[in-house]
């Protein structure tokens, strides 16, 4: 199982709202999700529409999910180049290096 940082979780509703959708669509534990949801609101990243009862990320909310989805496409670039994909190990790569 996946251990999802806040940040994770946020950019999360913040796209299941994305275009509008129900609390009850959503899916995550009710408490949580109204702790995250409330923070988002406070914070005008998503907003509560009462009238459809429907939840809409803002344009702010839009900001942050387009500077995430950057930032997660940086680190898989940066996972693409690491020790591990080139085929070494830390473990063994002393013995290689120093012989």
Sequence with gaps: MKIRSR?????SILQ???????????TMNNY??????????????LQYDKKENVLRTTPKGIEFLTAY???VECCHKEEGSSLH?????????????FG
Excluded: F, P, T, Y
């Design 7 to 11: 940040v994770d979780i946020i950019a």
């Design 16 to 26: 299941m709202a994305n275009g509008g959708a129900k609390r009850s669509k959503m």
């Design 32 to 45: 949580h999700l109204l702790r995250h949801i409330s923070l988002l609101c406070e914070n005008d990243l």
């Design 69 to 71: 989805n950057e930032l």
């Design 85 to 97: 994909n080139w085929g070494l190990s830390v473990k063994g790569m002393s013995r290689r290096v």
